[in-house]
């Protein structure tokens, strides 16, 4: 894989398993010197013909933040039921406060569906909306952990485990981990779902105020929606450990790019994972 201008070490864990389904390595791949990223790994991928364009320790599993919302998305989706009501819980507020995680500012005593927390767990990243979702949805939130470890495994995700719902740092910073090829394996089957594709393709969502509930106004964490043209979505995620993490997806004529960017440095500056992101794609467009 081609070394970064800067590499920081990284306390990553090789996967013993090649990453599946993927075409051979191209040669603009192995031709990326003018691409420098300072990202502990990635990758980015052709959707439309499986060919890897470009990876960082591809296969090598890492803590990835609120990117485990994807999944905790697509098993509610799958799951259905969405027009299902679920009252906003003191115990939700209290987790987001306690653990000092994303919110999508819920209030308690609210009623939403499970539609609308789709919409303030993807957007906003609100980790009181997962909470709520993988309590409905388990039904209790470690029998919901335990899907989305069978779901990964169905998958065929085998650098991957979650040990939270919504990719916080519990029981340590290293317990929900995935490597770049399962995260874009993993964003591909997410993209197929056509309700999934509109919620993270938009910029905002604005609920209005109705009897059982306050009005919210959700905005979107990818950056790039609405700024990179052909910008599809779909998440980022971070933790003090797994720094800055974007998986993405853009289209550009009949070309389609999904890729993922993981502990992009700096880790304090957000606006460097989007930047990385912007060059790795107009890099991508470029070779296919």
């Known amino acids: 894989m081609l070394a970064a201008a800067v590499i920081t ?23 990326a010197g003018t691409l420098r990223l300072n990202a502990w790994g990635g990758g980015l991928v052709d959707a439309g013909t499986g060919v890897l364009v470009w990876g960082r320790d591809f296969s090598l599993y890492r803590p990835m933040g609120s990117i485990t919302k994807v999944m ?22 209290r987790y987001v406060h306690k653990r000092g995680a994303s919110s999508a500012g819920l209030i308690a005593g609210d009623v939403l569906t499970a539609r609308q927390l789709l919409e303030a767990m993807l957007l906003p990243s609100g980790c009181d909306a997962a909470y709520l979702l993988a ?10 952990i ?16 979650f040990s939270h719902y919504d990719g916080m740092p519990y029981p340590t910073e290293y317990s929900t981990y995935s490597s770049p090829a399962d995260l874009i394996r993993l964003g591909e089957e997410a993209m197929r779902v056509p309700l999934f594709r509109r919620i993270v393709a938009q910029r905002s969502y604005h609920l209005a105020a109705a009897p059982g509930h306050h009005g919210y106004l959700w905005q979107t964490t990818n950056a790039l929606l609405g700024s990179y043209r052909g910008m ?7 933790t003090n450990v797994a720094g800055n993490c974007f998986l993405f997806e853009a289209r550009r004529g009949r ?17 460097a994972l989007f930047t990385a992101a912007r060059q790795l794609l107009n890099w991508g467009f470029q070779q296919i």
């Open 9 to 31: 070490a990284s306390p990553a864990v090789a996967s013993p398993v090649p990453a599946p389904g993927l075409a051979p390595v191209t040669a603009a791949l192995r031709d």
């Open 72 to 93: 905790t998305a697509l098993l509610v989706i799958r799951a259905g039921d969405l027009g299902r009501e679920i009252k906003v819980t003191r115990g939700a507020i």
């Open 135 to 144: 309590t409905s949805y388990g039904t209790g939130r470690n029998a919901f």
């Open 146 to 161: 335990a899907k989305m470890n069978a779901a990964a495994q169905g998958m065929g995700l085998p650098a991957t485990y």
């Open 232 to 238: 599809l979505g779909i998440k980022t995620g971070n």
């Open 255 to 271: 070309r389609t790019l999904i890729g993922v960017l993981l502990h992009v440095n700096p880790t304090r500056n957000g606006a």
